[in-house]
């Protein structure tokens, strides 16, 4: 059962070569080149990234063509690993409902 929770290198670096490249595909950003920043470019790098969420979630809703699952994902996994890092960071990335007001 323990050989199903490990994973190898190879799973790992695959998981963080589709982190980068969808930082970079959606926002320009170069995911290598983040940890040597500062503390307040850092932030400025994770409002974009939230950002950029935002947008693949609004073509995910409108039934966009250009909508990949997979990119939502890398995208959410390389703001959650950029607010880790920072020692300070508030984690508000999650998806939020919207609370509509019962008409009675």
């Given at each position: 059962m323990?050989d199903?929770?490990?994973?190898?290198?190879s799973?790992?670096?695959?998981?963080?070569g589709?982190e980068v490249?969808?930082?970079?595909?959606?926002?320009?950003?170069d995911l290598?080149?983040v940890?040597d920043?500062?503390?307040?470019?850092?932030?400025r790098?994770a409002?974009h990234?939230?950002?950029?969420i935002q947008?693949?979630?609004?073509?995910?809703?409108g039934?966009?063509?250009g909508?990949?699952l997979?990119r939502?994902?890398?995208?959410k996994r390389?703001?959650d690993?950029l607010?880790?890092s920072?020692p300070?960071a508030?984690n508000?990335s999650?998806?939020?409902?919207?609370?509509?007001?019962?008409k009675?």
């Amino acid at each position: 059962m323990t050989d199903l929770l490990l994973l190898d290198s190879s799973t790992t670096s695959a998981i963080s070569g589709a982190e980068v490249a969808a930082a970079w595909l959606c926002c320009r950003i170069d995911l290598t080149r983040v940890e040597d920043r500062p503390p307040a470019e850092r932030s400025r790098i994770a409002a974009h990234l939230a950002r950029g969420i935002q947008k693949e979630r609004l073509k995910g809703l409108g039934g966009a063509r250009g909508y990949s699952l997979d990119r939502h994902i890398a995208l959410k996994r390389s703001l959650d690993r950029l607010a880790c890092s920072e020692p300070t960071a508030k984690n508000n990335s999650g998806a939020r409902r919207r609370r509509r007001s019962h008409k009675m």
